[in-house]
């Protein structure tokens, strides 16, 4: 835990050094446990201190409906308030979004690589009890001792064991998650919110997803429009219209944000 993180009302949080295209920076990782407590203002002061980025993310496990649309609605603000700042504030569902708008092959990939039980991400060794995972940590059905594998990291008993959580999340994914219109969208989410460890749906993850894309929906058509306007003034007078404003951002004096969590 990092006292520096949990004073801007961040819960299991900690900062590092993170690399992203071979460049190396500090990056600061948290829970948001609730708007009050929760300090934005602060948390984006924190670039004066080197850092790059911070991936933020509501608690969701055991939430209700009514609690994962709240969140939602306080995370979509929390990044309108992001815009030009030199922190980037992410979590997982924007960047999850942006990938899969960005891909025209129609092939349904697992947001989660924890998830995924692909060897091309590395394996997972567990130092204390010596056991080996091409899976998250919260999988433990997926993990094998070093002494099943014979210390072998290539082993193809560990890509069996990875695809048997897999092949429940998917089964699940076909038939309690038909019919949702952002299924194609959460595809299960992260096991810390969405489906979980053993293939569970919450009801408070659903309704963050589903709020969230909404509003990533609105933002995308209002940037387009904007766009469109833009365009169509330069093309009638030859200048420039003046620049747009943070969307659905509200000046609360105290970082943009407000609402509950």
């Known amino acids: 835990m990092t006292p520096a993180l949990e004073a801007v009302g961040l819960r299991k949080s900690y900062a590092g050094v993170c690399a992203v295209d071979g460049v190396s920076f500090r990056g600061e990782e948290g829970t ?107 999988l433990p059905e997926a993990f094998l001792s070093w002494a099943d594998v014979n210390g072998g990291v290539y082993s193809e008993r560990l890509g069996v064991a990875a695809h048997a959580p897999l092949n429940m999340r998917l089964a699940v994914l076909r038939d309690s998650c038909r019919g949702c219109d952002v299924a194609g969208i959460c595809r299960g989410g992260c096991v810390l919110n969405g489906l979980d460890s053993w293939a569970r749906r919450s009801p ?35 200048r420039e219209g003046g620049a747009p404003t943070a969307e659905g951002s509200r000046d609360t004096g105290r970082g943009g944000v407000s609402g509950e969590c």
């Open 204 to 238: 408070g993850a659903c309704a963050y997803q589903r709020a969230l894309w909404i509003d990533v929906v609105r933002r995308e058509a209002r940037r387009q429009a904007r766009a469109e306007a833009a365009e169509k003034g330069k093309s009638g007078t030859g």
């Open 32 to 138: 948001i446990e609730g708007a009050r407590a929760f300090q934005a203002a602060s948390v984006f002061r924190m670039a004066r201190l080197g850092f790059r980025s911070a991936r933020l993310a509501p608690n969701l496990p055991g939430t209700t409906r009514e609690d994962g649309a709240r969140k939602a609605r306080f995370v979509s603000r929390l990044f309108a308030a992001r815009e030009g700042k030199e922190l980037l504030v992410y979590d997982e569902y924007v960047k999850n979004v942006q990938t899969l708008l960005s891909k025209t092959d129609g092939v349904l990939l697992l947001n989660c690589n924890g998830v995924s039980g692909d060897p091309a991400n590395g394996l997972l060794f567990g130092v204390s009890k010596l056991q080996l995972s091409q899976c998250w940590q919260f």
